[in-house]
């Protein structure tokens, strides 16, 4: 079997081994909370707009020409329908500060650069890694939510959305962000989609950034040269990846503030001093 990688497993295993564990070996699966469900009906709707902003180009283009900009803003807000039943965590001001964001790319770029050219674009890859001076193939994927065509014309940017609330990374988490993205970076290169190649930019948008005590809305933009050593440090992860399920190892070594958003608190060793045991399948 060839191990299949995710920017998610690799995360969740970088986070704590045995969280990896229960979620890919014991198949437990946490809590849907309220901003999962935000964040997918966010992604959704963004979605559908780049699926449906053709059908209104002419119309926002024409009211532009003559000069009613607020008009062409307002059509550019229609092209997401609202549910019926409305929204119940915050989506619709993250919808309407995202669909700002892109009302304002448009009339600065002439439409020229303005849509991108990968939405979720969906990328496997295969590549071999080496163990021990062994190569072992592994299978890399992901979904990407927007890839645009840079500034220059001479390579692409990886944009992800984030609905959660904005605090200027530092550190760790910084780093975290980053390595996410050089993650969905290697598998380009390794994939077939090589018009997406060169990566030169990547960035962050956060529509609910002012949220629970967020900095407020925002967008995190940077060149790929600023992050000097996430490369080494994505191969070094997957390769830890590699070699805990060759060793069959997968420790709780998280700390105690990790544990503390694990939805497996109560079944993890570290706190039970035993270990779980997966049920036998009823037939």
């Not at 992901?142 to 550190?171: H, V």
């Amino acid at each position: 079997e060839i191990l299949r990688i995710s920017k998610s497993s690799l995360g969740t295993f970088n986070w704590c081994p045995k969280q990896y564990w229960f979620q890919y070996f014991a198949g437990l699966k946490g809590e849907t909370v309220y901003y999962h469900t935000r964040g997918l009906n966010v992604h959704d709707a963004i979605e559908y707009f780049w699926e449906h902003i053709n059908e209104h180009l002419e119309a926002i283009n024409m009211l532009m020409g003559k000069g009613y900009e607020e008009q062409a803003r307002a059509m550019m807000h229609d092209v997401i329908p609202l549910p019926p039943e409305g929204y119940a965590y915050g989506e619709e001001a993250q919808i309407r500060q995202w669909v700002d964001w892109q009302f304002e790319r448009f009339k600065h770029t002439d439409t020229i650069g303005w849509k991108p050219v990968g939405v979720e674009a969906n990328i496997h890859a295969t590549r071999m890694v080496e163990i021990d001076n062994t190569p072992i193939p592994i299978h890399m994927r992901g979904y990407i939510d927007t890839i645009f065509e840079n500034d220059d014309g001479d390579g692409f940017a990886l944009m992800e959305l984030k609905t959660g609330k904005w605090k200027n990374p530092r550190g760790r988490k910084r780093t975290q962000m980053r390595k996410e993205m050089q993650f969905y970076r290697m598998m380009l290169e390794y994939s077939p989609h090589h018009e997406f190649l060169p990566i030169t930019h990547w960035g962050w948008e956060f529509p609910g950034g002012d949220i629970e005590g967020g900095d407020g809305t925002h967008i995190y933009y940077e060149p790929v040269k600023d992050a000097r050593f996430t490369p080494k440090s994505v191969e070094k992860s997957i390769v830890k990846l590699m070699q805990a399920h060759i060793d069959d190892n997968f420790p709780a070594d998280a700390s105690d503030i990790q544990c503390g958003f694990c939805d497996f608190f109560d079944v993890c060793p570290k706190w039970t001093k035993e270990e779980y045991v997966i049920p036998e399948a009823s037939e």
